[in-house]
């Protein structure tokens, strides 16, 4: 479940990292690790194309509000 902040912010810690879960942090861990704050910004505009074009996650993909979430927080500065 993902909890807005107080603030409406959305944050990597309070928001995005929950989407990702551990079957896609293991199925991404050659290239990056979607649990580090750092490596999901340094790839998110790619991340935000996979998800869009369905091919990540692998198993199933995301619905729409979920990359709309990630999009928002790519486009509010990539909060921490």
Same mark, same amino acid.
């Given at each position: ?15 995005? @990292?929950?989407?990702?879960?551990? @079957?896609?942090?293991? =199925? ?35 619905? =729409? ?10 486009? =509010?500065?990539?909060?921490?």
């Amino acid at each position: 479940m993902v909890v807005p902040e107080p603030n409406g912010a959305i944050s990597f810690e309070g928001q995005i @990292k929950g989407l990702f879960r551990d @079957k896609d942090r293991s =199925a991404m861990e050659f290239a990056f690790d979607l649990w580090s704050l750092d490596d999901v910004r340094q790839n998110a505009p790619a991340i935000l194309e996979r998800l869009r074009d369905e091919s990540m996650p692998c198993d199933e993909p995301w619905p =729409a509000d979920r990359i709309d979430l990630f999009e928002s927080w790519i486009n =509010a500065g990539m909060r921490a």
